[in-house]
Nanobody, 115 residues
Framework: QVQLVESGGGLVQPGGSLRLSCAAS????????MGWYRQAPGRQRELVAR???????TYADSVKGRFTISRDNAKNTVYLQMNILKPDDTAVYYC?????????WGQGTQVTVSS
């Protein structure tokens, strides 16, 4: 079982930045593809970005050029740097780990972009 704990959400004005963190435990972190998903009210959960260990990150078209996913395998942590935030980025953001133990989710962290 993989435990995932997100942090870093909050309220930010349009054009601002936030960095989300997700700390993983209970597994060999390097074996997992790590990702960030988000779910806005009334909408389905969608993939924001994912990054394999030692591989190339992929992004949703809506966040390309604004968001950057990265991972530190020594710290068992994945990050999501979010810049030039828009009101449409408002959602609960979930950390995801996909690997030998299946798919695992964090509890989510709220990001609200509003003036």
């Amino acid at each position: 079982q993989v435990q995932l704990v997100e942090s870093g959400g909050g309220l930010v004005q349009p054009g601002g930045s936030l960095r989300l963190s997700c700390a993983a435990s209970g597994t060999i972190f390097g074996l997992y593809v790590m990702g960030w998903y988000r779910q806005a009210p009334g909408r389905q959960r969608e993939l924001v970005a994912r990054i394999p260990s030692g591989g190339t990150a992929t992004y949703a078209d809506s966040v390309k050029g604004r968001f950057t996913i990265s991972r530190d395998n020594a710290k068992n942590t994945v990050y999501l740097q979010m810049n030039i935030l828009k009101p449409d980025d408002t959602a609960v953001y979930y950390c995801n780990a996909l690997g030998p133990g299946g798919m695992n989710w964090g509890q989510g962290t709220q990001v609200t972009v509003s003036s």
